[in-house]
C-alpha cells in the first residue's frame, strides 16, 4: 500500500534537475572549434604546396576544389567526433532518469554542441567559406566580357574609354563612304573606331558583316595590303577573340561546377557531422554512466 501511495504521488511531479546542461555542451563546442582551426590550417597548408605561380606546376583548379572539400568533410567528421564525446563524458549523470531519456538526452547534447561549433565556425570563417563557393563562379563568369572589351578599350586608348556603346553608334552616324579616307587622315581617330567596333562586337557576341567590311577597309589602308589579305587578318583575330571568350566562358563553367561540388560536399558533411557529434556523445555519456 505504501509502495502504491508513493507511485501514484510521483505523477506529475518535476525534477529540479535540468534536462540541459550547457557547461558539457560549450566544453565540447570550444573543443570541436580548436580541433576544426587546427585541421583548417593544416589543410591550407597543404593546399599551398598544391598551387604555384610557375605555369605547369600547379594543381588544376577543380582539384584543388574538390581536395579542399573533401578536407572540410574530415574536419568536419573529426572534430564533430571529439566535441560530441567530450560533451557527453563531461555531462552531470542524471540519478532515477530511463535509459531511452538518457540516450535521447545524450545525443540532443551532442547535436547543440555540433551545432554551438557549426556556428562559431562558420563566423570565424564564413568570409573564406563564401569567397570559395561564390568568387570564383562570380569573378570568373565575368571574364569573357570583361577581358575581351578591356582588350580592345586598352588598345584604343583614351578615346574609347568613355561609354564605348554610344560612341559606336556616332560612328555609325559619322562612318565615311571610303573607310580608306578616314585611316589616312587620321590614324588615331581610325583606331579608336576600330576598337568601339570590338568592343560593341564584345557586349553582342558578333560583329557584324557591316563592320567587319569597314574594319577590313581601314587595315589594308593603314597596313597597305590588299583587301583580301586585310579581310583574312580581321576574320582571324575576330577568331582569335572568340576564343579567348569560349576559353574564358569554359573556365567559368569549371570553377561553377567545383563550386557546386564543394556545396554539396560541405551540406553532406555537416549532415554527417551532427550524425557523428551526437553519437559521440551517446557514447561518452554512456561510459559515463558505467
Not at 68 to 87: D, P, R
Not at 178 to 185: C, E, K, M
Amino acid at each position: 500500500m505504501a509502495n502504491y501511495t508513493t507511485g501514484v504521488s510521483d505523477v506529475g511531479v518535476e525534477s529540479n534537475v535540468p534536462a540541459l546542461n550547457w557547461g558539457p555542451v560549450i566544453g565540447g563546442a570550444t573543443a570541436a572549434c580548436a580541433i576544426s582551426l587546427i585541421l583548417l590550417l593544416l589543410g591550407s597548408g597543404v593546399g599551398l604546396t598544391m598551387v604555384s605561380p610557375w605555369g605547369g606546376e600547379s594543381a588544376s583548379f577543380t582539384t584543388v576544389s574538390v581536395t579542399a572539400a573533401i578536407w572540410f568533410v574530415i574536419v568536419q567528421w573529426l572534430s564533430s567526433a571529439l566535441g560530441g564525446y567530450l560533451t557527453g563524458r563531461l555531462r552531470t549523470k542524471w540519478a532515477g532518469v530511463h535509459t531511452d531519456e538518457v540516450f535521447f538526452r545524450d545525443t540532443a547534447h551532442g547535436f547543440l554542441s555540433w551545432a554551438l561549433a557549426t556556428v562559431v565556425v562558420a563566423g570565424l570563417a564564413g568570409s573564406a567559406f563564401s569567397s570559395l563557393l561564390g568568387g570564383g563562379v562570380q569573378v570568373a563568369s565575368s571574364v569573357a566580357t570583361t577581358a575581351t572589351v578591356g582588350a580592345a578599350a586598352t588598345a584604343a586608348g583614351s578615346d574609347a574609354a568613355p561609354d564605348p556603346a554610344t560612341g559606336y553608334f556616332t560612328d555609325m552616324l559619322l562612318r565615311p563612304q571610303d573607310g580608306a579616307v578616314r585611316a589616312q587622315s587620321d590614324n588615331t581617330a581610325a583606331a579608336a573606331e576600330v576598337s568601339r567596333i570590338l568592343v560593341q562586337g564584345a557586349a553582342k557576341g558578333e560583329v557584324v558583316e557591316a563592320d567587319r567590311a569597314y574594319i577590313a577597309t581601314i587595315v589594308a589602308s593603314r597596313a597597305n595590303i590588299p583587301a583580301g589579305e586585310a579581310r583574312a587578318r580581321v576574320d582571324q583575330v575576330l577568331q582569335q577573340i572568340e576564343d579567348a571568350k569560349n576559353a574564358a566562358l569554359k573556365a567559368a563553367d569549371d570553377a561553377r561546377k567545383s563550386a557546386a561540388t564543394v556545396a554539396l560536399l560541405g551540406a553532406l558533411s555537416l549532415l554527417i557531422g551532427a550524425f557523428v557529434a551526437s553519437a559521440a556523445a551517446a557514447l561518452g555519456g554512456r561510459q559515463r554512466d558505467e
